[in-house]
Nanobody
Framework: QVQLVESGGGSVQAGGSLRLSCAAS??????MAWLRQAPGKERDWVAR???????SYTESVKGRFTISKDNAKNTLYLQMNNLKPEDTATYYC?????????????????WGQGTQVTVSS
């Protein structure tokens, strides 16, 4: 089974940037996504990408976050710019072969362990 390992989290001040990486052990799945979960809140999707490179973002991060992938490296990225305190959360990457993973990223079959992002004001 594919394993996903996130990295790149950390603490930054508002307005700063971070780039998250998600390395897949075997191959890049057809559908991949980034989700986040803040303390006391449900896990919500942030950005998603298809095998063809089609992307979609939740409204609150549009224009600030960019999802991309490097198929040669089996790695998914999330470039986060102009970070805000409300972006503070644990960020997870997820992957799956079924279209349901793109439509509803919380249903993806494979998950990473998460990486913490903290944005201070």
């Amino acid at each position: 089974q594919v394993q996903l390992v996130e990295s790149g989290g950390g603490s930054v001040q508002a307005g700063g940037s971070l780039r998250l990486s998600c390395a897949a052990s075997e191959y890049t799945a057809r559908y991949m996504a980034w989700l986040r979960q803040a303390p006391g809140k449900e896990r919500d999707w942030v950005a998603r990408i298809t095998g063809a490179g089609t992307t979609s973002y939740t409204e609150s991060v549009k224009g600030r976050f960019t999802i991309s992938k490097d198929n040669a490296k089996n790695t998914l990225y999330l470039q986060m710019n102009n970070l805000k305190p409300e972006d503070t959360a644990t960020y997870y990457c997820a992957a799956g072969q079924a279209v349901s993973c793109y439509v509803t990223p919380t249903s993806c079959s494979t998950w990473g362990q998460g990486t913490q992002v903290t944005v201070s004001s």
